[in-house]
């Protein structure tokens, strides 16, 4: 058994290793995908449906349990439930890539999202177990600088394996490529991560998670419809349970709450105004960033006929723009500026998308005139994204912080499920339903979240950062 208070410098770097293996793992799974996805569609023939489930089911799983996977590690130890999370999210990998049918792989995916939601929580737990807090605050910096680059990463590597096609496996590398870099996670985890569980676990709420749940399938799934049309009866019909279903999963966590019982979250957090403008601007910016970025990687292979490699290299100037905007941008201008960054952001956002989307398909645009465009596009997603949480979190009570931040997380995922279904639908019956490309169709369902972005960030209250209680 490691002792953290014992663990030597060399030790702690290679604890962190794992971790910081283990980051890139889940978030390059996350946006890979992308550029895979219409050879994965080829290659199944594929409806697609299938291929919004292929991205959306990821972040569905995860949204799902992430809370619960943070209640796993309070209770059965943070080491024992990270190493248990790489080695389903490894073997879920294997799956993936060795799936025979759209369907088996939407299932794989399904469980790598469940898997990487009983990963990632362990990482800030393992930080506080073995860092102090002053030496946190670079390690957490160079978390947020590899994470970035990760995304960034993503839609690049996924266009150079498939490029590549090793031992004519295609689109499945992308997957595959994650066992070596699992195993890796698993050993140094192994030997180097040390032993912490919560002294207090907060418990289980397994009918939270139900309920919960259940309300987001049951609005999903009738939203998930690729290019068919008008909804049916039974479709609607769970559009419509979706409503009482998130209604008595608030009455059940807030009846925990009061009962002083493990609840899912506690209710009193949305009293706080920042929080509860974050969380909806949380699920609204996931939304239309995920719907956006999946419709971009389409449209580049489908409307303009490019490679998965062309695709994955015109992500870079977006990339770029993104880390400028996080790094640079929103820091410095948001003790200023407040709200207005993020205001700020939207707009750049709403400006940018429409121009990439519109220069891809109906304007036709040269490569070289949108590259200026998407580092413009990537520095308002930046500056908005990065600002999100700080504001939400600002006038948060410590004993809260961390709850706070898991289910800002969640909102995150079940965002960009929200926007797969949403915005991705709107691509794929675009041809037929308004005969225009589904670049255009896409945009037409993606401005009005991204002005929900705009107006919500303007609900922000000013002077967000005066007030922080203790």
């Given at each position: 058994?490691?002792?953290?208070?014992?663990?030597?410098?060399?030790?702690?770097?290679?604890?962190?290793?794992?971790?910081?293996?283990?980051?890139?793992?889940?978030?390059?799974?996350?946006?890979?995908?992308?550029?895979?996805?219409?050879?994965?569609?080829?290659?199944?023939?594929?409806?697609?449906?299938?291929?919004?489930?292929?991205?959306?089911?990821?972040?569905?799983?995860?949204?799902?349990?992430?809370?619960?996977?943070?209640?796993?590690?309070?209770?059965?130890?943070?080491?024992?439930?990270?190493?248990?999370?790489?080695?389903?999210?490894?073997?879920?990998?294997?799956?993936?890539?060795?799936?025979?049918?759209?369907?088996?792989?939407?299932?794989?995916?399904?469980?790598?999202?469940?898997?990487?939601?009983?990963?990632?929580?362990?990482?800030?737990?393992?930080?506080?177990?073995?860092?102090?807090?002053?030496?946190?605050?670079?390690?957490?910096?160079?978390?947020?600088?590899?994470?970035?680059?990760?995304?960034?990463?993503?839609?690049?590597?996924?266009?150079?394996?498939?490029?590549?096609?090793?031992?004519?496996?295609?689109?499945?590398?992308?997957?595959?490529?994650?066992?070596?870099?699992?195993?890796?996670?698993?050993?140094?985890?192994?030997?180097?991560?040390?032993?912490?569980?919560?002294?207090?676990?907060?418990?289980?709420?397994?009918?939270?998670?139900?309920?919960?749940?259940?309300?987001?399938?049951?609005?999903?799934?009738?939203?998930?419809?690729?290019?068919?049309?008008?909804?049916?009866?039974?479709?609607?019909?769970?559009?419509?349970?979706?409503?009482?279903?998130?209604?008595?999963?608030?009455?059940?966590?807030?009846?925990?709450?009061?009962?002083?019982?493990?609840?899912?979250?506690?209710?009193?957090?949305?009293?706080?105004?920042?929080?509860?403008?974050?969380?909806?601007?949380?699920?609204?910016?996931?939304?239309?960033?995920?719907?956006?970025?999946?419709?971009?990687?389409?449209?580049?292979?489908?409307?303009?006929?490019?490679?998965?490699?062309?695709?994955?290299?015109?992500?870079?100037?977006?990339?770029?723009?993104?880390?400028?905007?996080?790094?640079?941008?929103?820091?410095?201008?948001?003790?200023?500026?407040?709200?207005?960054?993020?205001?700020?952001?939207?707009?750049?956002?709403?400006?940018?998308?429409?121009?990439?989307?519109?220069?891809?398909?109906?304007?036709?645009?040269?490569?070289?005139?949108?590259?200026?465009?998407?580092?413009?596009?990537?520095?308002?997603?930046?500056?908005?994204?990065?600002?999100?949480n700080p504001v939400a979190v600002a006038q948060i009570d410590r004993d809260h912080a961390g709850a706070a931040?898991?289910?800002?997380?969640?909102?995150?995922?079940?965002?960009?499920?929200?926007?797969?279904?949403?915005?991705?639908?709107?691509?794929?019956?675009?041809?037929?339903?308004?005969?225009?490309?589904?670049?255009?169709?896409?945009?037409?369902?993606?401005?009005?979240?991204?002005?929900?972005?705009?107006?919500?960030?303007?609900?922000?209250?000013?002077?967000?950062?005066?007030?922080?209680?203790?």
């Amino acid at each position: 058994m490691i002792d953290a208070d014992r663990m030597t410098p060399r030790a702690k770097s290679l604890a962190l290793m794992a971790m910081v293996v283990a980051l890139v793992l889940e978030i390059v799974d996350l946006t890979i995908i992308n550029t895979a996805l219409p050879a994965i569609r080829a290659d199944f023939s594929a409806d697609a449906a299938a291929s919004q489930w292929i991205v959306a089911g990821y972040a569905l799983a995860f949204a799902l349990l992430l809370m619960a996977g943070g209640r796993l590690g309070d209770t059965f130890g943070y080491r024992r439930m990270f190493l248990w999370g790489v080695a389903g999210f490894t073997l879920s990998s294997a799956l993936c890539g060795a799936a025979g049918s759209g369907t088996e792989l939407v299932v794989a995916r399904l469980l790598q999202g469940a898997t990487g939601a009983i990963m990632a929580p362990q990482f800030m737990a393992l930080m506080q177990v073995m860092f102090q807090p002053l030496e946190r605050i670079a390690k957490l910096a160079m978390f947020g600088v590899i994470g970035g680059l990760a995304s960034i990463i993503g839609p690049i590597l996924g266009g150079v394996l498939i490029e590549a096609n090793l031992f004519d496996l295609g689109w499945r590398l992308i997957f595959l490529i994650n066992l070596p870099v699992g195993l890796t996670a698993i050993a140094l985890g192994y030997f180097y991560l040390p032993e912490a569980r919560s002294g207090r676990p907060a418990g289980f709420d397994p009918g939270g998670i139900l309920l919960f749940g259940l309300a987001i399938a049951a609005l999903l799934w009738p939203l998930i419809r690729g290019d068919k049309g008008a909804l049916d009866s039974v479709e609607l019909s769970l559009l419509a349970l979706s409503l009482p279903l998130g209604w008595y999963g608030w009455r059940h966590v807030t009846r925990r709450v009061e009962q002083g019982r493990a609840a899912l979250f506690d209710p009193v957090l949305f009293e706080n105004r920042p929080f509860a403008i974050g969380m909806a601007l949380s699920v609204a910016f996931a939304a239309a960033n995920t719907g956006f970025l999946m419709c971009f990687a389409f449209a580049l292979q489908e409307e303009r006929g490019q490679t998965p490699l062309t695709t994955g290299l015109l992500h870079m100037p977006f990339g770029f723009g993104a880390m400028l905007g996080i790094a640079v941008l929103g820091r410095k201008l948001l003790p200023k500026w407040g709200r207005w960054v993020l205001v700020l952001g939207a707009v750049m956002m709403i400006v940018t998308y429409a121009l990439t989307l519109t220069g891809i398909g109906a304007m036709q645009l040269e490569f070289v005139t949108l590259v200026p465009v998407l580092v413009l596009a990537g520095a308002g997603m930046g500056m908005f994204s990065g600002c999100i949480n700080p504001v939400a979190v600002a006038q948060i009570d410590r004993d809260h912080a961390g709850a706070a931040s898991g289910l800002l997380k969640t909102g995150q995922q079940a965002g960009g499920a929200l926007g797969i279904a949403l915005i991705g639908s709107a691509y794929f019956a675009g041809a037929r339903m308004i005969g225009q490309p589904g670049s255009t169709a896409a945009l037409i369902a993606l401005l009005p979240l991204l002005v929900l972005c705009g107006v919500f960030a303007a609900l922000l209250p000013s002077g967000i950062f005066a007030k922080r209680p203790h």
